[in-house]
């Protein structure tokens, strides 16, 4: 029985939109997206930003979102009852049942399971202006989302990143930092965060030939 988390409570700054949970991309929001995507979920709690008007119609429960993403995932997890959770960025509109699948089969067998991608780029540390040292992208996966962990195991974590004052910008960085391993499966380019304006024309693209 699994708990969606869904953090909706960006104001989306770097798109200069608006909040992107009432972004639309191929005639549906970003938070439609989301909430569909996980339409046969047992629970589905939903953070917005403060004073943002609750969207009616949608099979899922809303909350105030917090000054962070942390602070809002942290809202969410006092609020979930079942003893999963997967934590899903309203950003992220593309998420396949496979990809959930995949995550979901990992979290029951670990505890902690996130998705991840090789990078196509090289990657470069720069010296001041200049090129500096090329990081080996071999070595290095980018992280997705929806990432999923036993409820009691991300509250820990949750809690000792508030004693300890540490921020993070996703969750499964904090279940490490309590000391405890996250395992790694596959994610999928469709689930790509939309961070910037240039995002959009394939954010648009993708919403024509979807089927989750
Ligand atoms: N988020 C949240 N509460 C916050 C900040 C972010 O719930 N206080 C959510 C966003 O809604 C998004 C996810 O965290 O689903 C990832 O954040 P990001 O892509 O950075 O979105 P924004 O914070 O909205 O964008 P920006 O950083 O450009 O302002
Ligand atoms: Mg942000």
Do not use: C
């Not at 939903?46 to 105030?64: D, H, I, N, Q």
């Not at 309203?90 to 998420?95: D, G, T, Y």
């Not at 067998?109 to 500096?132: N, S």
């Amino acid at each position: 029985m699994v708990s969606v988390l869904i953090p909706a409570a960006g104001n989306g700054e770097r798109l200069g939109l608006g909040p992107k949970a009432f972004l639309r991309v191929g005639g549906k929001t970003l938070l439609e997206w989301a909430v569909e995507a996980f339409k046969e979920a047992a629970e589905v709690l939903v953070a917005l930003p403060p004073g943002a008007p609750v969207p009616k119609g949608l099979r899922a429960t809303f909350l105030e979102g917090g000054r962070t993403r942390q602070e809002s995932v942290s809202r969410l997890l006092e609020a979930a009852s079942l003893p999963l959770v997967l934590v899903h960025d309203v950003a992220r509109p593309f998420v396949s049942q496979r990809l959930m699948g995949r995550v979901l089969e990992a979290t029951r067998a670990t505890g902690a399971a996130v998705p991840v991608l090789p990078l196509p780029d090289t990657l470069i540390r720069p010296e001041g202006e200049g090129y500096g040292e090329v990081v080996p992208r071999e070595a290095l996966r980018l992280v997705q989302t929806p990432q999923g962990f036993f409820t009691a195991l991300l509250r820990e974590a949750h809690a000792y990143a508030r004693k300890r004052g540490l921020s993070a910008t996703d969750d499964a960085q904090l279940v490490r930092a309590l000391g405890y391993p996250v395992a790694l499966v596959e994610g999928e380019r469709a689930a790509f965060k939309i961070t910037y304006p240039e995002d959009l024309p394939l954010a648009e693209a993708l919403a024509r030939v979807w089927s989750a």
